[in-house]
């Protein structure tokens, strides 16, 4: 049996619609209860990768912490239209340090 895995992004309309044109299901959220809702959801619907929007991301860390410790989905914080809060970048820099024992970035 093969298992199809999807690619989701959650966060702000103004910032998920350009992944649409890549073949990337979007789920524009307005709420972050919205947003919780919608990232469990894709988690239980064979979503492999779900991207979310830093914005998103700072009002739902408690869920997206939680999909952290699972191997699947693999939640990866990007950038929204306005710019980068750069919590994904601390997020990539704590993984390295606790995979490599030290901050080589």
Request: cysteine-free; proline content about 4%; charged content about 25%.
């Amino acid at each position: 049996m093969i298992i199809m895995y999807k690619i989701g992004v959650v966060g702000d309309k103004d910032s998920v619609l350009a992944f649409k044109a890549l073949g990337i299901d979007v789920f524009p959220v307005i709420e972050p209860e919205e947003a919780r809702k919608t990232i469990d959801r894709l988690a239980m619907n064979q979503y492999a990768v779900i991207f979310v929007t830093e914005g998103v991301a700072k009002d739902v860390s408690e869920t997206i912490e939680r999909y952290n410790k699972e191997t699947l989905p693999a939640v990866i914080l990007i950038p929204n239209n306005q710019g980068t809060l750069n919590i994904g970048m601390s997020k990539i820099n704590e993984n390295v340090e606790k995979a490599v024992g030290v901050n080589i970035l």
